[in-house]
């Protein structure tokens, strides 16, 4: 997947990790969205039989914006690892929280619908992962 | 409001317990927006149907045909699980807003829903998985006569499993099911091999997926009637590993 124009007049950093480092971790407090630059990350989830992979990223791919659309989840849901070396971009969250708020509610709506069905799917795999 | 708005403004539905808003496979256009009540989506995967969520008041289903142009039908199916109002919108502005939004909320609007769509497949997969571990090769006819058989060609490498590693027999797995699975051998392999009812074998192959897997079965039917110089078998699965198991689950959902 190539990277989109318009990731780039968001970006604000950009931040390297070896192999296996953790990027984000499951349970932790944190609203800033990332793009994968280079290299592949893991999306991982906690279950009671240990960690299962939910998807691998590669470049171009956004993660950690469940909470730009859901206010009320400031809380990771999965863990974020890097995939061989990684190298991934932070997108400037402020920016992109006002461009949200200004759609219509009907849109906004709709959105966020589907923020809390990807948030709820990754909770019945975690449930039917671990049983 | 332009015209068209005025023509197609927003319409309230009302549902009873039990019935179906919206179907999986159908066309439309329709967005809805629970007001009152719950609804419950859920998909058919396979031979499953699997629930993807329980979605309440001011939550909004049928977006995915908006939100993703190349698809045009449901992809779910949609059943209200009380008393439900929903207030049903035509895309047509929604549409004209959404194209005009700042891309970089497309972009990430669109990952959102891929993910969405992949982490549901994922999810049917792993529901299915743990169907069959629970009932697992040992269940009484029951659970294997709902299993569907595959048809193989594929070569094997069998003995009785109280015999030395020197004894080596080759085979045909003509099917296999999670319960069991039917082989043909040459007559010859019966001569110094007894090949009877309750016999256990152990079974080495290949599965067309590319997979080793081992397999321990007792004979429970024999027929020599099939073609000459041949004996048809049927196993029953008796033993298998946790990792055969899985194995033979992954290919027989394949």
């Keep these: 997947m190539a990277i989109d124009s318009s990731v780039y007049g968001y970006m604000v950093d950009e931040h390297e990790y070896p192999d296996k480092k953790v990027i984000l971790e499951e349970g932790s407090i944190g609203d800033w969205v ?30 950690g914006e469940i909470p730009l659309f859901l206010k009320r989840e400031k809380l990771r849901e999965t863990t974020v690892q890097a995939h061989g070396p990684v190298k991934v971009g932070i997108l400037d ?17 709709l959105i966020k619908t589907l923020a809390r069905r990807l948030s709820e799917s990754i909770e019945k795999i975690s449930q039917v992962a671990g049983r | ?51 993807l969520a329980t979605l309440g008041p001011g939550e909004y289903f049928g977006e995915m045909v908006f939100l993703n142009k190349s698809v045009e039908t449901r992809s779910a199916s949609v059943r209200a699980m009380d008393e439900v109002e929903v207030e049903v919108m035509h895309p047509v502005r929604l549409s004209k807003e959404y194209d005009g939004m700042p891309p ?50 594929q070569t094997c490498i069998y003995k009785p499993v109280r015999s030395s590693d020197k004894v080596r027999l080759q085979g045909r797995i003509t099917d296999i099911s999670v319960g069991g699975l ?15 009812p309750g016999e256990e074998f152990i079974i080495h192959t290949t599965l067309p ?16 009637n099939a073609a000459p110089g041949r004996i048809q078998l049927g196993l ?12 033979l689950g992954f290919f027989m959902m394949s």
């Design chain 2, 1 to 51: 409001m332009d015209a068209k708005d005025r023509a197609l403004p927003t319409i309230r539905l009302n549902y009873r317990k039990g019935d179906l808003i919206m179907k999986e496979g159908d066309y439309g256009v329709s967005i809805y927006r629970v007001k009152k009540g719950h609804v419950r989506v859920t998909q058919q995967q396979g031979e499953m149907e699997v629930v």
């Design chain 2, 104 to 153: 970089i909320l497309r972009y990430i609007t669109n990952q959102t829903l891929n993910r969405l769509n992949r982490l549901n497949k994922l999810y049917a997969q792993l529901l299915k998985k743990k169907e069959l571990e629970s009932r697992g090769p040992t269940d009484p006819g029951v659970a294997q006569r709902k299993y569907f058989r595959k048809t193989l060609d």
């Design chain 1, 34 to 63: 990332y793009v994968v630059l280079e290299g592949q990350v893991k999306i991982k989830k906690k279950t009671a039989k240990g960690l299962v992979t939910l998807a691998t990223l590669e470049e171009g791919a956004i993660f």
């Design chain 1, 93 to 109: 969250t402020s920016r992109l929280d006002r461009e949200f708020e200004l759609l219509s509610p009907q849109l906004k709506g």
């Design chain 2, 182 to 196: 039917g082989m043909e051998v040459s007559s010859r392999n019966a001569l110094n091999v007894r090949h009877e």
């Design chain 2, 236 to 247: 029953k699965f008796t033993r298998l590993t946790g990792e055969a198991t899985k194995t």
């Design chain 2, 209 to 224: 997926s590319g997979r080793e897997i081992e397999l321990i079965g007792k004979i429970q039917t024999v027929s020599r």
